[in-house]
């Protein structure tokens, strides 16, 4: 007489509860035990109702997905902080150890406008140009730092010289440096420069801002040009 064949029955999802601190999370309980959380937006994705056979499949498609919707809420929260560029957005996900995700929630948050080089080229630029006074040629290097495509940068560079003048703002700079100082030096025209270079304006801005000043031989300037 052959051996009997046991049937075991396919385990249930018999309860569904709202999580208390997270209320976009929901509870799933399998025959009568927590089985995991997951985002809401997945109830809805795969229709999830008490009483649904819990087979593999479906426990492989909600940890899978659940593990998006996590990395996507991180990514939010990141980003609403202040506006991020693309490459801290991946450097973010690698940190993570969402790396697998990065292409797919880019494109997300691109499809939302959530994220833009462009948009933050632009904002970093401005606000790096009117708070901190800085020239084309360190608003290249950092944006290039970020990864940001020269297209963007120099499109960004080009739209601020309609609203600032870097010339202008070289001089103004050499201006409130030199300011206390009754006859300056060359030593003085130096570290100027220097801090001129050190702020990114070009050749001719810097150019600009010293011509009119008239410097001195004089081994011992006043110690007044810091950053």
């Not at 659940?66 to 991946?90: H, M, P, S, T, W």
């Not at 632009?122 to 495509?149: E, M, Y």
């Amino acid at each position: 007489m052959g051996a009997l064949l046991l049937y075991s029955p396919m385990p249930k999802i018999t309860k569904i509860t709202q999580q208390k601190k997270l209320r976009e999370r929901f509870n799933l309980f399998v025959d009568g035990k927590f089985e995991l959380g997951v985002d809401g937006s997945l109830i809805v994705k795969y229709d999830i109702k008490v009483g649904d056979e819990y087979t593999e499949a479906l426990k492989h498609d909600l940890e899978n997905d659940d593990r998006i919707e996590i990395a996507y809420l991180g990514l939010i929260n990141f980003i609403a902080f202040r506006e991020r560029c693309e490459q801290e957005v991946k450097e973010w996900l690698y940190k993570k150890n969402y790396r697998d995700l990065s292409e797919a929630l880019i494109h997300r948050l691109k499809d939302r406008n959530y994220l833009s080089d462009e948009r933050f080229a632009r904002l970093f630029v401005k606000d790096r140009v009117k708070i901190q006074g800085w020239g084309p040629i360190r608003l290249r290097h950092q944006l290039n730092a970020k990864r940001i495509s020269k297209q963007i940068i120099e499109a960004e560079i080009e739209s601020i010289r309609e609203e600032y003048d870097f010339n202008q703002l070289a001089l103004d700079l050499a201006q409130r440096k030199l300011k206390h100082i009754e006859q300056p030096t060359y030593k003085d025209k130096k570290r100027i420069w220097s801090l001129l270079q050190r702020r990114g304006f070009e050749g001719p801005s810097i150019t600009f801002a010293l011509q009119d000043f008239t410097f001195v031989s004089d081994d011992s300037p006043p110690d007044l040009l810091t950053e």
